[in-house]
């Protein structure tokens, strides 16, 4: 590093927090400034005479200890990067959530600088859906997660959830400080000029005013493309069928969100966006058939009779209809969920892009009932030949960054 830089290191409260004192150690033999902000209970674990004195600066926990420089909003100001190690389940669920109820998250949700959270807990916290939701939420705000390391845990169990060791982190920090760091990894603004709209959820075809054919799509992976898109810099627009107030509130707040019910109204909805996008990536569940007649009445239920015969029409296949009246230039993507092995998958897919004229195609394996509502996805990208290009593992979001990754040098 050229110049000695501000750094915050908020600790939370976590036997890991003996760790953090050499963290500050090798920052400050760097030459950079640390200044401590542990959670008042942190303190429990390393005391602040400790911190003072390895840090050589006052330690404070409580916003209004000097409340006439407001302490919290100077710090920000001031700091080139923040640090948070340990970072508990508990601490990590107040900053996914925006609270400010001590100086060391006021000063998070004050800043505008980098901000780099180390977690650390028990296994078993850590894989919590709780947890794991809230870090994919700070992933959404730009936040850098260090995934904790595996190995003995102080409960005498073996599992991830140990920090990383003060050493690694210092090593990733460094590549953060450098005059080149800009964005957060894997969201350089490789779409900045691109207008994106992207279906996501499952529709619903009404049946009577009370029931309807569905499927199980959550939406989650419709929402972290569109989250991921928009973090490298385009204009997104997403149209959600039936996607939960949970799932919608990881996007940034910068992606317009148009919600529909049923496929006409998707179909309706993607037309008249299409005529203005870059790229189109219909990753939503459409339902193949709806009934061609809709009880205005709830269809009663009686003795004498025990079964109940729908017809069913097939509804517009949106896909096909957008490849076919696209604009030049205009970039196609679908999704796929099809069950079976995963070479048969594969065909399907294969057979899916060239029968729908599409320029990529991502497939997943759904057998079973994998996929629906979890937050992991394993997909394979295919182009318009049938060729493989790439292939994606993990959280719904590092699937989304890694589709990102493949297909957008395609398009440039």
């Known amino acids: 590093m050229d110049s000695p830089r501000n750094i915050i290191l908020g600790v939370g409260a976590g036997i890991a927090a003996y760790k953090a004192v050499s963290l500050v150690r090798l920052w400050r033999a760097r030459g950079h400034n640390v200044y401590v902000i542990p959670t008042p209970t942190a303190l429990k674990f390393v005391g602040a005479p400790t911190w003072e004195a390895v ?31 340990p970072a508990t389940a508990d601490l990590i669920a107040q900053l996914s959530t925006g609270m400010a109820s001590n100086l060391l998250t006021a000063t998070v949700i004050s800043s505008d600088c980098p901000v780099v959270v180390c977690p ?37 169990d073996t599992g991830q959830g140990r920090l990383v060791e003060p050493v690694d982190i ?5 590549d953060l400080l450098c005059d080149s760091f800009t964005y957060p990894p894997g969201t350089e603004q490789t779409l900045t000029g691109k207008n994106i709209v992207i279906s996501a959820g499952g529709t619903r075809e009404a049946i009577d005013p009370v029931r309807f054919i569905g499927n199980s799509s959550s939406g989650k992976q419709g ?8 973090r490298r810099g385009a204009h997104v627009h997403l149209v959600a069928a039936h996607v939960a107030d949970s799932v919608l509130e990881y996007l940034p707040k910068d992606v317009s969100v148009t919600t529909v019910v049923s496929a006409q109204q998707m179909s309706t909805a993607m037309k008249a966006l299409s005529k203005e996008a870059n790229i189109i990536v219909m990753s939503a569940a459409v339902a193949d058939y709806r009934p061609q007649r809709t009880a205005t009445q709830k269809i009663k239920k009686t003795e004498d009779a025990t079964t109940v015969t729908l017809t069913l029409e097939q509804t517009e296949d949106i896909l096909v209809s957008l490849c076919a009246e696209r604009k030049k230039g205009q970039v196609i993507i679908g999704f796929a969920a099809e069950t079976g092995t995963d070479e048969e998958v594969v065909n399907y897919a294969r057979q899916k892009i060239a029968r729908k004229n599409a320029d990529y195609l991502i497939v997943n394996n759904v057998s079973g009932g994998k996929v629906f ?9 295919i182009d318009r030949s049938g060729a493989i290009i790439g292939q994606c593992t993990g959280t719904k979001d590092n699937v989304s960054a890694g589709i990102w990754d493949f297909l957008t040098p395609m398009f440039q």
């Open 55 to 85: 840090s050589s600066a006052p330690v404070h926990t409580d916003p209004f200890e000097d409340s006439a420089h407001v302490e919290h909003v100077e710090q920000a100001r001031t700091a080139d990067l923040i640090v948070i190690a």
């Open 120 to 156: 650390a807990m028990h296994t078993n916290m850590y894989r919590h859906r709780a947890t794991q939701r809230n870090l994919d939420l700070l992933r959404c705000y730009g936040y850098h997660i260090i995934e904790p390391a595996s190995g003995a845990l102080t409960s005498g």
């Open 170 to 174: 210092v090593a990733k920090v460094d």
């Open 223 to 230: 929402v972290a493309l569109a989250a991921q898109a928009a």
């Open 373 to 381: 509502h979890e937050d992991t996805n394993s997909v394979t990208i």
